[in-house]
């Protein structure tokens, strides 16, 4: 997210949060979170210490598991 789209979004909070008399301080909270997370980006911190082991997951063949069903 660019500084643009941030401000952008904090724009459209604010003026929803003025012209709307039932949206609470919680929702406000919520959005602005959210936005933050946004302008940080979407890692959410993951970190993958042995890559090995994960490429095995997405490498794993679950077809067989289908003729089970039969």
């Known amino acids: 997210m660019t500084l643009q789209?941030?401000?952008e979004e904090i724009e459209n909070i604010t003026e929803q949060a003025i012209n709307d008399d039932e949206i609470e301080k919680?929702?406000?909270?919520?959005?602005?979170?959210?936005a933050i997370?946004?302008?940080?980006g979407n890692d959410m911190d993951l970190v993958f210490?042995?890559?090995?082991?994960f490429d095995?997951?997405?490498?794993?063949?679950f077809s067989s598991l289908a003729d089970m069903d039969n």
């Open 5 to 7: 789209q941030l401000i």
């Open 26 to 34: 919680d929702a406000i909270i919520e959005a602005l979170t959210d």
């Open 37 to 40: 997370r946004d302008a940080k």
């Open 49 to 53: 210490e042995d890559l090995d082991d």
């Open 56 to 61: 095995s997951y997405q490498e794993t063949d």
